[in-house]
């Protein structure tokens, strides 16, 4: 990895993330395993694997959903995987705050990526848009912009937090 970033990595996004909907009785150990793999394990150990190059002033941030703040659908193990970024989120923030690396995380609503491809079919839309104040599904250059802003010094004295970027849903 050094070879790669030299010795010194300034911003870290974790952005790798699956979603298996199913509903409690559908949900396969399996597919839990899986969610757990990607959306917490993946994130976790790509931190402490690169806290060598991650200096005082470094931000690191993950990727959590709404699912992990409001009940939406099929969703209970993989909100479960998103909720445990959050926890992270925390720890890593307190825990890493002494060395000066802040922790954040962006939780995005809908957004249109092949994630969100339920979003397309009419009543995917109706659910989507019901919950929304803003009516629409989010581009990833929304989500993007978030990440950007807790990753830049403007947001210095951020850290710890999770940032929802989702339109407004379930106000």
């Known amino acids: 990895m050094r070879k790669i970033v030299g010795e010194r990595l300034d911003i870290l996004v974790a952005n790798a993330g699956i979603s298996r909907p199913a509903t409690i009785e559908e949900t ?12 917490v394990r993946a994130p976790f150990f790509l931190v402490q694997q690169l ?29 479960a995987s998103k909720g445990a970024i959050d926890t992270l989120v925390k720890h890593f923030a307190f825990i890493l705050g002494a060395r000066g690396i802040r922790v954040n995380a962006v939780a995005p609503g809908v957004v249109e990526t092949d994630m969100s491809s339920f979003a397309k079919t009419d009543a995917g839309r109706d659910f989507t848009l019901g919950m929304q104040a803003l009516k629409r599904v989010a581009q990833p250059d ?9 990753a830049c010094d403007t947001a210095r004295w951020v850290t710890g937090d999770t940032l929802r970027v989702d339109g407004g849903s379930k106000l």
């Open 28 to 39: 396969t150990v399996a597919d839990f395993d899986a969610l757990f793999a990607v959306n």
């Open 142 to 150: 929304e989500i993007a912009g978030a990440i950007a802003f807790l």
């Open 51 to 79: 806290l060598p190059i991650l200096k005082e002033g470094s931000s690191v941030v993950l990727l959590s959903s709404l699912a992990a703040h409001a009940a939406v659908g099929n969703l209970s193990a993989y909100a």
